[in-house]
């Protein structure tokens, strides 16, 4: 049976016609998620930044904006990651200090 196994890993995408969950088998990506080879299992994302400046040109809410503004738009986004990892490290560093003292 092609990727109709009882024991997989399901995909995790919800199909498009039918509005039913997709039924392949799937890959655990890096981000947690389970996608099948159709829905972008293998796919690492683009890597260019013309090409996610391409990829989100495909979506409704970037369609009327030009390349700058989209490129703004990744570049505050990348600045928020990092600004993320800075506050995750941080508060992870505050709970050892925490659980040093109580302990
Ligand atoms: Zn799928």
Request: proline fraction near 1%.
């Amino acid at each position: 049976m092609a990727g109709r196994h009882k024991y997989r890993l399901k995909c995790q995408t919800i199909n498009k016609q039918n509005k039913l969950p997709c039924k392949a088998k799937g890959i655990l990506m890096k981000n947690g998620k389970i996608r099948c080879r159709i829905h972008g299992g293998f796919s690492s994302g683009a890597k260019t930044l013309e090409g996610k400046i391409k990829s989100l040109k495909n979506l409704r809410q970037f369609k009327n904006l030009n390349d700058e503004e989209i490129r703004t738009h990744i570049t505050n986004k990348q600045r928020h990651r990092e600004n993320a990892d800075e506050r995750n490290a941080f508060n992870a560093n505050m709970r050892k200090v925490w659980f040093s003292k109580s302990f």
